[in-house]
């Protein structure tokens, strides 16, 4: 649906004329669970727990997150992230057995301090956003999770103005990959699915998600290198939203 200008008019993004572009927030834009790792580290550390062991700790840790999260496991818990990291620790502990499982507050508490203070913006992330709504066209933040943690990340990297609408799961009931937040977005778009673009570090909740939905995909593969093949719900793949800019 054309709305507010000639088709003639229209940007052309890889070769497709683009209305929208719907874009993640974590690690997509904002470092965030890449930290994790050294998160955990500094954590262990900060509690003067055993090298030996809290190298141990952290890899269990690690593997949990992993099986924790998997395509969309325990969905409910992204609105309560530190009831879900008791649950990924005490499930660590277990396995490594040597801990006393009274200190499970303190170690989430202090991890998510610490993750929390290392949050950053990928190099490039601003000016690629700039030169996003420099085109005119729609922008719209789509991000699952709770809504003082999104908001206030968003509040931080002053990312606001960036965007037309933001969508943020704990706001509205439903979050990614489920099709209805993205025609959530497509309607506030006033754009057709062909017409839009969905950007985002997540194969499961970003692109899959937004292919669903008929939207094309860019998918951010930070690990990416040069063996690695397109996805087959990805119609685009680039190491880091910086890379968008050769094609705007």
């Given at each position: 649906?054309?709305?507010?200008?000639?088709?003639?008019d229209m940007i052309r993004f890889n070769n497709i004329q683009t209305e929208a572009f719907f874009l993640d927030l974590d690690d997509t834009i904002l470092a965030y669970s890449s930290l994790q790792n050294e998160a955990w580290q500094k954590t262990v550390e900060q509690l003067s727990i055993p090298e030996n062991l809290?190298?141990?700790?952290v890899k269990a840790i690690n593997e949990e997150n992993t099986t924790f999260w998997y395509r969309g496991?325990?969905?409910?818990?992204?609105?309560?992230?530190?009831?879900?990291?008791?649950?990924?620790?005490?499930?660590?502990?277990k396995k490594v057995?040597?801990?006393?499982?009274?200190?499970?507050?303190?170690?989430?508490?202090?991890?998510?301090?610490?993750?929390?203070?290392?949050?950053?913006?990928?190099?490039?992330?601003?000016e690629t956003l700039q030169r996003m709504?420099?085109?005119?066209?729609?922008m719209i933040l789509i991000t699952n999770g709770a809504s003082e943690a999104q908001r206030a990340k968003i509040k931080k990297f002053s990312l606001d103005g960036y965007f037309d609408h933001i969508i943020i799961?704990?706001?509205?009931?439903?979050?990614?990959?489920s099709r209805e937040i993205f025609e959530r977005a497509l309607s506030l778009a006033s754009c057709n699915a062909k017409d839009a673009w969905m950007i985002g570090n997540?194969?499961?909740?970003?692109?899959?998600?937004?292919?669903?939905a008929g939207i094309n995909t860019v998918y951010i593969n930070t690990q990416m290198n040069s063996e690695d093949s397109l996805s087959e719900y990805a119609d685009l793949m680039v190491p880091s939203i910086s890379d968008l800019k050769r094609y705007l």
């Amino acid at each position: 649906m054309i709305t507010w200008w000639d088709v003639s008019d229209m940007i052309r993004f890889n070769n497709i004329q683009t209305e929208a572009f719907f874009l993640d927030l974590d690690d997509t834009i904002l470092a965030y669970s890449s930290l994790q790792n050294e998160a955990w580290q500094k954590t262990v550390e900060q509690l003067s727990i055993p090298e030996n062991l809290g190298k141990e700790l952290v890899k269990a840790i690690n593997e949990e997150n992993t099986t924790f999260w998997y395509r969309g496991n325990n969905a409910t818990y992204r609105l309560n992230l530190n009831e879900a990291r008791k649950i990924i620790v005490s499930r660590s502990l277990k396995k490594v057995g040597t801990i006393d499982e009274k200190l499970i507050p303190e170690l989430v508490e202090t991890f998510s301090n610490i993750r929390e203070s290392m949050v950053h913006l990928f190099a490039g992330a601003l000016e690629t956003l700039q030169r996003m709504r420099d085109l005119d066209v729609h922008m719209i933040l789509i991000t699952n999770g709770a809504s003082e943690a999104q908001r206030a990340k968003i509040k931080k990297f002053s990312l606001d103005g960036y965007f037309d609408h933001i969508i943020i799961e704990g706001e509205v009931g439903f979050g990614k990959p489920s099709r209805e937040i993205f025609e959530r977005a497509l309607s506030l778009a006033s754009c057709n699915a062909k017409d839009a673009w969905m950007i985002g570090n997540d194969l499961f909740a970003d692109i899959e998600g937004a292919k669903g939905a008929g939207i094309n995909t860019v998918y951010i593969n930070t690990q990416m290198n040069s063996e690695d093949s397109l996805s087959e719900y990805a119609d685009l793949m680039v190491p880091s939203i910086s890379d968008l800019k050769r094609y705007l």
